[in-house]
C-alpha cells in the first residue's frame, strides 16, 4: 500500500469482496480462515472514515520489526475513524493512529496494537 493514500469505505467494501481471488473476508469464527492474510492497509489513511461493522480481521495496518521512522511510515491511520462494532480480531495494528477513534463494541481479539496511539477516554 502506498504511504498516505486515501481510502473510504467503499474502497474497503470493495477490497473486502475481491480479496484473495474472491474469497471474500477472514470469517475469524472459522478457525482455519484464521491464517489467511487480512487486507494489508500499512500507510493507508481512514482519517474520519465510517469503517463500521467492517469485517477487518487480520488486516495489517502496521509492523514491528524495523526502525521508529520506518514503522511510523506503514503506519495506518484511523484518527477520528468510526470502528464501531469493526471486526478487528488478529488485526496487526502496529503503530496505529487511533486517536479519538470510535472502537465502541469492536473486537480486538488477539489483535497486535504495539505501540499504537489510542482514543483518549475522558
Keep these: ?60 495496518g502496521g509492523r514491528w520489526a524495523m526502525t521508529k521512522e520506518k514503522r511510523s511510515a506503514v503506519a495506518v491511520h484511523l484518527e477520528k475513524a468510526n470502528l464501531e462494532g469493526a471486526n478487528l480480531q488478529g488485526a496487526e495494528l502496529w503503530g496505529a493512529h487511533l486517536q479519538e477513534a470510535n472502537l465502541l463494541e469492536a473486537y480486538l481479539l488477539k489483535a497486535r496494537l504495539e505501540g499504537a496511539q489510542l482514543p483518549v477516554v475522558c
Design 1 to 60: 500500500m502506498p504511504k498516505n493514500i486515501k481510502l473510504n469505505r467503499a474502497d474497503v467494501e470493495w477490497l473486502l469482496a475481491t480479496h484473495e481471488n474472491g474469497q471474500g473476508p477472514i470469517d475469524w469464527h472459522e478457525e482455519s480462515q484464521r491464517m489467511r492474510q487480512g487486507l494489508d492497509f500499512r500507510g493507508a489513511n481512514f482519517r474520519g472514515e465510517n469503517l463500521s461493522y467492517l469485517p477487518l480481521a487480520r488486516m495489517r
